[in-house]
């Protein structure tokens, strides 16, 4: 656990200029598609290049400031080793921190989408979420198939408009609850597409 006022200043500062910095560069990117697929409930199954770019690099930020959470929150359990699990991650930071946090709500607030997205809703002590399962799908077997209720389909396919809005919801919500346990005023993140309940 952090014990000196500084270091947990300098922890701070360094969550706010590579984690802050990384969803708002990551939103704007999302944003930016929507000149060419709108962001829409109608369009959640439409998958692309762009977004399996962003859906890999939302996942790997989730995951990496999730490590780094679990130090800050005991810096002598083993969720930090490397060899531990995004679902490892997840219990501790439930356990921890946020007993709540699968009833977290983050909604969606954009002209065309308007929705509740409860992220870790489905994050259990066995499993992780879908769209979690669909990301390792993606980044380790992108070219296998898999079966769907509309028949066979490729792995990269799962790098959609819904996934890539559920992974940057849940990123918001742990900077989010990061936020919350590190700044010192509990200012709230700003977001364009989102807002915690």
Not at 60 to 85: H, M, Q, T, W
Request: net charge negative; hydrophobic share 35%; proline share 2%.
């Amino acid at each position: 656990m952090i014990d000196k006022v500084e270091d947990f200043e300098l922890l701070y500062d360094s969550f706010k200029k590579v984690y802050i910095c990384d969803f708002k560069i990551l939103e704007d990117e999302l944003l930016g598609t929507d000149k060419y697929v709108s962001i829409d409930k109608k369009n959640y199954k439409t998958f692309s290049s762009k977004y399996m770019q962003l859906f890999l690099s939302i996942c790997s930020g989730i995951d990496s400031l999730a490590e780094e959470f679990c130090s800050a929150l005991d810096e002598s359990n083993n969720v930090k080793n490397k060899r531990s699990s995004m679902l490892q991650r997840f219990q501790q930071i439930k356990n921890d921190y946020c007993g709540n946090i699968a009833n977290e709500i983050v909604e969606v607030n954009f002209v065309g989408c308007r929705a509740s997205i409860h992220p870790f809703s489905k994050f259990s002590e066995q499993s992780c979420g879908d769209w979690w399962q669909d990301y390792n799908h993606v980044k380790h077997r992108r070219a296998g198939e898999v079966e769907s209720s509309n028949g066979n389909m490729f792995n990269y396919e799962l790098a959609n408009l819904k996934n890539v809005l559920q992974a940057l919801s849940a990123y918001y919500l742990l900077i989010s609850l990061v936020n919350r346990f590190l700044s010192p005023n509990g200012e709230p993140v700003e977001s364009q597409l989102f807002s915690c309940k």
